[in-house]
């Protein structure tokens, strides 16, 4: 089941599906037509269950009156999605969760920026708090490779949490694109803790210490898809 959502611009589309978040971004320009996808938060696995908890992505489907069974504990989050500098959406999330994802963080590939809250418990219904919307912070004085349709030698200003930079490498049909930016330190850690190969992700490195994720440039006759990665998780 896939849920679309046509809240933004013209340009611009969420949608969700059971195990994954895609952010699909169609860029229109006088020589080519490009779509960024972006793999924002990935959705796990449940095991066995036993715990009740209200269920919705608010404001793309749900009314967050639904409930569903889960396995461990039940989570809520909210996601701020900025697009060139402006913010594009808040998602708001109750669902089912596990340790791992119930960190909160941010993650900056220059153009595209993602800060999430969220909180996770173990009784029934506990996930009916909404989170606020997480606030944009400031530069930390660290700097991070970003990549763009040129290459992935373009810096980018980590922001409040970002201690860490990130590279990924994610396959998209034929096609293996770089991906690389700023990251917190918790989502480096909640995705050491998943599995990614089931959403393309072939290999994803944290380090600590400026520009440490290399400019490593690559080129493509041509960039369908950009796809960040986060791994980390299931969240938003």
Do not use: W
């Amino acid at each position: 089941m896939t849920i679309k959502a046509g809240f933004l611009s013209d340009h611009h589309q969420i949608t969700f599906e059971p195990c994954l978040l895609h952010l699909h971004v169609s860029i229109k320009t006088p020589t080519m037509k490009s779509q960024v996808t972006l793999l924002l938060i990935c959705m796990l696995f449940c095991k066995a269950q036993s715990l009740t908890c209200h269920q919705c992505i608010y404001p793309l489907s749900g009314t967050c009156t639904d409930t569903q069974t889960c396995a461990d504990q039940c989570l809520t989050s909210t996601t701020s999605v900025y697009m060139g500098g402006a913010k594009v959406s808040d998602v708001n999330v109750k669902t089912c969760g596990t340790a791992e994802m119930c960190v909160s963080g941010s993650m900056n590939l220059g153009t595209v920026k993602v800060i999430t809250n969220a909180k996770c418990c173990k009784t029934d219904l506990c996930n009916t708090e909404t989170l606020p919307a997480p606030l944009e912070q400031a530069p930390n004085g660290r700097s991070c490779y970003s990549c763009d349709a040129n290459g992935c030698s373009v810096k980018v200003n980590c922001e409040g949490s970002e201690d860490r930079c990130i590279s990924a490498s994610v396959k998209q049909g034929t096609n293996t694109l770089s991906v690389k930016g700023c990251v917190s330190n918790s989502f480096c850690a909640a995705s050491a803790s998943t599995s990614t190969s089931g959403i393309g992700i072939t290999s994803m490195q944290c380090c600590e210490g400026n520009l440490c994720n290399g400019a490593e440039n690559f080129t493509l006759s041509f960039l369908l898809m950009i796809v960040p990665l986060l791994s980390s998780v299931l969240f938003f």
